[in-house]
């Protein structure tokens, strides 16, 4: 009995020696989460190239991070809000993942937010758009990484206004993401002299855009924005196209598009129209050999912005991770939020309320004849600096940069 | 009185034209519907994923098949597609009713109900598989660009094609029901089978036409519908669920039913577009509860 109790006190010993040396690691590996929509309306944003983008960051960090293996997993999310917090929770609490990453709508990436926040967990946030994200509706573990509706507005609105088009008409997807949309463009366009003569809101997943387009179309506005996203824009470019709008006087400008949305409605259609990206494939040599070896694994599709956030993001927590030592979500996340990012792709800070601010691009669609195959769709026309694409930390409602922390 | 809706007389015309072209579409394919409850007895869930592959097949035809059977000039041009795609679907679609949906005739309508419904799962699933989720985007053929001003808004010679010719197809299906000789054998189907094949009529055959005509109807629709929206795998399931309304509002089954209150359904959501647009996506909703409760059989619906 008391030889039990020795041999019990000194395996307990072990143990605990044991457990020192390896407490940095919550169970022997880094789990990576790809939480996305796979199969849903962003799923050519994100999706199944996402999870691509964090499996080639992981084989291009080696695989292994301090010895510890990195394990990817993934679920589909098909951007409904319900099944991303479900999944996020199971991916935390079952599959003991350490960060999350994608979240593609931003009802999916509250609900995901709010999880990893509960449990600790760090959540990248690439594909969602809306401001909020970083900033009423903050929290600690968030990092907010491609690009958000702030930066859209300033980025498109701005260079719209700037080409001497002064008046505008709204149509705007009438979810709280159109209205954020709406409220930033506008303010934008009133602060560099322009006018919004009106909007229209409408519902989500419209199929016939034809009559608001009518009302856009008899404001006599010069520049008619869509606030809104993903197959609603889709529809309203290809139904202005339709109707006429394009080559008129009015212009259709997009708040919200991303290159595979280009590809989804070729460029006749869309040839000439401004949008802002937080990154664009064929911008610099490192982005063109990312894309190369992308490519060749992903059908010969580029990489949209989206997919290379992640790639990035991925590869910038590993680094924090072999930095700090851990995976313990507070010590990577000071470490994240200390240290410039500069990794060829992206370049720039993670700020307090976890909003990564770079650089963002203002893309024009290239003509059918300019254009060399089905990926070489746009120019650069303008790089946005980082600072002027971020809400000013002045103007922050965050509650990590006012201080007070809501009830 | 247009001041005070805020809207000019001219502007409120050209609104309507344009909620008559949605209109047209929702006649269309509950008229499809219509003539498949009517006769069949089944509720055709595969309608919308039908006309997807509508539009589908001739988004394929102009761009993909000439690169798939190694003729990479050939292109199905939009007229030509405009026959042969419905043609295709309703062969398709008579398939599936002699190999799944006749096996069902005798039991319940949710066993029918409950096989289509899957059938439009898997379909639609399929070609998100193939084609992608934000799927592609078909021209408006050369010979209808370009349109008419009325008032200071733009109709496309386009939408006034597909409303001549949904007009059209409408009547003439009416006309063939409800007027001609083959039209009474149909209906005389309907309402007495037995005795009709006593008679000397083959009944099956007229039921595995009827369905493949129905859908033949709604691949039509979908060609139709290619050049205006986004051709994606999910262009079906989304118009569905309206059509159903305006079936139910019409009337299950009623065929000139369908045909108006789809006509005007259209223009009412149009015009919800201008005065309340946030509501426009209920409203037809909200007139289908209305008019369940005042008349459960619908408006041209007879109580069976």
């Known amino acids: ?407 | 009185m247009f001041e005070l809706l805020g809207i000019s007389p001219q502007a409120l015309t050209s609104q309507l034209l344009i909620g008559l072209i949605n209109g047209s579409f929702y006649a269309l394919l509950s008229l499809g519907l219509a003539v498949i409850f009517g006769l069949l007895n089944v509720i055709n869930f595969t309608h919308g994923a039908l006309y997807m592959l509508g539009a589908m097949f001739t988004w394929i035809g102009l761009t993909q098949l000439g690169s798939w059977i190694g003729m990479p000039e050939l292109e199905v041009p939009y007229l030509l597609a405009l026959v042969l795609v419905p043609l295709i679907v309703g062969v398709m679609s008579i398939v599936i009713e002699k190999t799944m949906l006749k096996r069902l005739y005798h039991l319940d309508h949710l066993y029918g109900l409950l096989l289509t419904f899957g059938l439009a799962l898997v379909i639609e699933g399929l070609f998100r598989h193939w084609f992608g989720a934000l799927g592609n985007s078909y021209p408006v053929p050369d010979m209808f660009r370009g349109g008419m001003r009325v008032a200071e808004l733009f109709i496309p010679w386009y939408r006034l094609w597909v409303v001549g010719v949904a007009l059209l197809l409408c009547f003439a299906t009416w006309y063939f029901i409800e007027r001609t000789k083959l039209g009474s054998l149909l209906r005389a189907g309907t309402e007495n089978p037995r005795l009709l094949q006593a008679l000397g009529v083959n009944v099956p055959l007229i039921i595995t036409l009827t369905y493949g005509a129905g859908c033949a109807l709604a691949a039509f629709a979908g060609v139709l519908a290619a050049p205006i929206y986004q051709v994606t795998a999910t262009m079906g399931s989304e118009l569905i669920i309206v059509v159903f309304a305006v079936v139910v509002i019409g009337g299950m089954g009623s065929i000139a039913g369908s045909i108006i209150t789809g006509l005007s359904l259209g223009v009412i959501e149009g015009l919800t577009k201008v005065f309340y647009p946030q509501a426009s996506s209920v409203s037809i909703f909200v007139i289908m509860i209305i008019v369940l409760l005042l008349k459960p059989a619908g408006l041209f619906g007879k109580v069976r």
């Open chain 1, 1 to 407: 009995m008391k030889k039990s109790l020795l041999a019990q006190m000194i395996g307990a010993a072990f143990m605990m020696s044991a457990g020192a040396a390896s407490a940095q690691f919550t169970d022997d590996s880094v789990r990576i989460g790809v939480l996305t929509d796979m199969s849903g309306i962003y799923s050519a944003v994100e999706g199944p190239g996402a999870l691509l983008a964090a499996q080639m960051a992981v084989e291009d960090f080696g695989g292994k991070v301090l010895g510890k293996e990195i394990i990817i997993t993934s679920a589909d999310t098909q951007s409904k809000a319900d099944l991303s917090g479900s999944q996020a929770r199971e991916m935390i609490d079952r599959d003991k993942v350490d960060v999350l990453m994608g979240n593609v709508s931003t009802s999916s990436a509250l609900a995901a937010m709010e999880v990893a926040d509960q449990r600790k967990k760090i959540a990248f946030v690439t594909g969602a758009a809306s401001l909020p994200i970083t900033n009423e509706r903050c929290n600690p573990y968030t990092v907010h990484y491609v690009y958000d509706t702030y930066a859209l507005a300033h980025g498109t609105a701005s260079a719209v206004v700037a080409g001497g088009k002064k008046s505008w008409f709204f149509v705007t997807a009438d979810y709280a993401f159109g209205h954020t949309l709406q409220r930033d463009a506008s303010s934008v366009v009133n602060a560099n002299g322009g006018k919004v003569l009106g909007s229209v809101a409408h519902p989500i997943k419209t199929t016939d855009f034809a009559s608001y387009l009518a009302q856009a179309q008899s404001s006599g506005a010069e520049v008619i924005a869509l606030a809104n996203a993903g197959g609603d824009t889709i529809g309203s470019v290809k139904q202005a196209a339709e109707l006429g709008i394009m080559g008129s006087k009015q212009t259709v400008v997009p708040l919200l598009m991303f290159t595979s949305d280009i590809r989804a409605l070729g460029l006749r259609e869309t040839q000439g129209m401004n949008f802002t990206v937080g990154w664009y494939w064929d911008f610099s040599d490192a982005n063109r050999d990312f894309s190369k070896r992308f490519m060749t694994r992903f059908k010969n599709v580029a990489p949209t912005s989206v997919q290379a956030g992640v790639y990035s993001a991925t590869m910038n927590y590993l680094k924090a991770v072999q930095a700090t030592k851990t995976d313990d979500s507070d010590k990577v996340m000071a470490y994240l939020k200390a240290t410039p990012i500069d990794d060829g792709l992206f370049k720039g800070v993670i700020r307090a309320d976890g909003k990564f601010e770079h650089d963002m691009y203002l893309l024009q669609v290239k003509s059918p004849k300019e254009s060399k195959n089905r990926n070489d769709i746009a120019t650069v026309a303008r790089v946005l600096p980082a600072a002027e694409g971020s809400l000013p930390l002045a103007d922050s409602k965050c509650y990590l940069v006012t201080g007070k922390k809501p009830s």
